[in-house]
Nanobody, 124 residues
Framework: QVQVVESGGGLVQAGGSLTLSCAAS????????MGWFRQAPGKEREFVAA????????SYTDSVKGRFTISRDNAKNTVYLQMNSLKPEDTAVYYC?????????????????WGQGTQVTVSS
C-alpha cells in the first residue's frame, strides 16, 4: 500500500508558474512509475504527464508539452510537476498516482494508488 499526497496548488494568473509536489510513502517508491492527471468540472479525468521509476523516460499530453515538466527525487519519495506558461484551461484538480508497472503510462486504469488532489486555478 502506497499513500500519495499532493501539494502546491493555488491561484495563479495566466502566464504564471506553479510547482506541484507529490509525496509518497513506502520503501519501494523507486519501483513505481508515477503520473499526474487532472479533472476540470464537468469533464473526464485527463492524463497530464508520467515518469518512469528511474526518471529516465517521461511522457506528456499534447496540450502541456513544452510548458510542463515532470521529475522525481527517489531519495525524497517525491514527484514534481513544474507548470509554466499556465493557461485558464489548465484549471483543474490535479491528482498524483503511482503504478506498479514501473514505466510511464498514460492509462489511468494502470495506476494503483491515487492522492486526494490539489486545486490549480488559473485566472485570465
Amino acid at each position: 500500500q502506497v499513500q500519495v499526497v499532493e501539494s502546491g496548488g493555488g491561484l495563479v494568473q495566466a502566464g504564471g508558474s506553479l510547482t506541484l509536489s507529490c509525496a509518497a510513502s513506502g520503501r519501494t517508491f523507486s519501483t513505481y512509475a508515477m503520473g499526474w492527471f487532472r479533472q476540470a468540472p464537468g469533464k473526464e479525468r485527463e492524463f497530464v504527464a508520467a515518469i518512469s521509476r528511474s526518471g529516465g523516460r517521461t511522457s506528456y499530453t499534447d496540450s502541456v508539452k513544452g510548458r510542463f515538466t515532470i521529475s522525481r527525487d527517489n531519495a525524497k519519495n517525491t514527484v514534481y510537476l513544474q507548470m509554466n506558461s499556465l493557461k485558464p484551461e489548465d484549471t483543474a484538480v490535479y491528482y498524483c498516482a503511482a503504478t506498479h508497472s514501473g514505466y510511464s503510462t498514460s492509462y489511468s486504469y494502470e495506476y494503483d494508488y491515487w492522492g486526494q488532489g490539489t486545486q490549480v486555478t488559473v485566472s485570465s
